[in-house]
């Protein structure tokens, strides 16, 4: 199995939100939703996502710019958005997935992710590091 059928396998099979694999070791996992996870990851340790494979349940645009400047190599999402798409569309990420939708909903589908509405018109990732920590602060209170 490739890594990123390991990756794929496992966010299926645990029912997890996301799997990333590296030289066919699971170096991380989550069942959290949100940006938070991959957040986390990236802030912390990011070299150690350089060329990785990545099996992801929901990829907005805000995920699509972490990826790209961690450096993985491939990924599977569920559901991306468009805006995830174009990021993605002119690097050297092979990606896949299920469902292409115009953009990721909040958790009560009432609108726009609020991560994804904020990463909207951001394209350089020390903005968008800035703006995920500010809206991860601002909802931990």
Known sequence: MNDLSIAKHILKEKCLTLAIVKNGNVIFTSTERGIQPLFTIV???ADQLIDS??????TGKAAALLYKHAGIRELYTNVISEKAVGVLENTPVLFDYDLSVPYIKNR????MCPVESMSSEIDNIGDLMAGISDFLERTRR
């Open 108 to 111: 009560n589908q009432s609108g």
């Open 43 to 45: 802030n912390g340790s």
């Open 53 to 58: 494979s990545v099996a992801d349940k929901v």
